[in-house]
């Protein structure tokens, strides 16, 4: 297994409906538009990574509700790739759709490295896929404690020779938390598809 590591969080941008063109009837160069804006996401380099390698991907997401699923499945012909995912919110459903075991979640908590890397690893499993990508944390604005505040994200990524997992703990408010959570979880994927394409 890769050792954990921890991250600062960071500031993370923001569109505003109208720069995509949202809410505007579609026009020339609408679709060029659009894809160029998808070009610069990391969600596309992954795509085009686990298209060339044949690999294929499942997601177990909590705080970030399924949002890395929604940028994935952005991408035209991400059913090529993605599987599935699941939005495991509570301890329970943590346990009965992934099969995260009871113990790691009363011992080390929902918001941990340990039920991180085994969301990644389980889902994996379930959906029989090359690479499961998980994320669990306390997106804010309550939740927190001493030992785990709000903005404490942890991420990981579980192949069949591989494992990692990075810690963050994000300064933003909720939304911010869940996008930059997304953001990093896509990033990782996509550094790891990189180490297979050299």
């Known amino acids: 297994m890769g050792p954990s590591s921890e991250i600062p969080g960071v500031a993370t941008s923001h569109r505003e ?47 970030t509700g399924g949002l890395i699923c929604h940028r994935l499945t952005n991408v035209p012909g991400s059913s090529r790739y993605l599987e599935g995912g699941v939005v495991a919110y509570s301890y329970a459903a943590k346990e009965r759709l992934l099969g995260v075991k009871h113990d790691t979640l009363y011992e080390h908590g ?17 959906f029989g896929t090359d690479i499961g990508l998980s994320v669990t944390g306390i997106a804010g ?33 909720r939304e911010g938390n869940k996008a930059a959570s997304a953001e990093a979880a896509l990033q990782m994927l996509l550094a790891y598809l990189r180490t297979l394409d050299g």
Not at 154 to 173: G, K, M, N, Q, T
Request: net charge negative; aromatic share 6%.
């Open 141 to 173: 604005p309550t939740g927190g404690l001493p030992d785990k505040p709000v903005g404490l994200v942890y991420i990981a990524l579980s192949a069949r020779r591989f494992s990692e997992c990075v810690r963050y703990v994000w300064p933003h408010d």
């Open 110 to 126: 929902a918001v941990s490295e340990e039920t991180a890397r085994e969301m990644a690893e389980k889902v994996r499993h379930v």
């Open 17 to 63: 409906p109208e720069a995509l063109g949202i809410g505007n009837p579609p026009g020339k160069g609408y679709v060029d538009d659009i894809m160029d804006i998808l070009q610069n996401k990391p969600e596309v380099a992954v795509g085009e990574l686990l298209v060339k390698r044949g690999l294929t991907l499942a997601v177990a997401e909590s705080c």
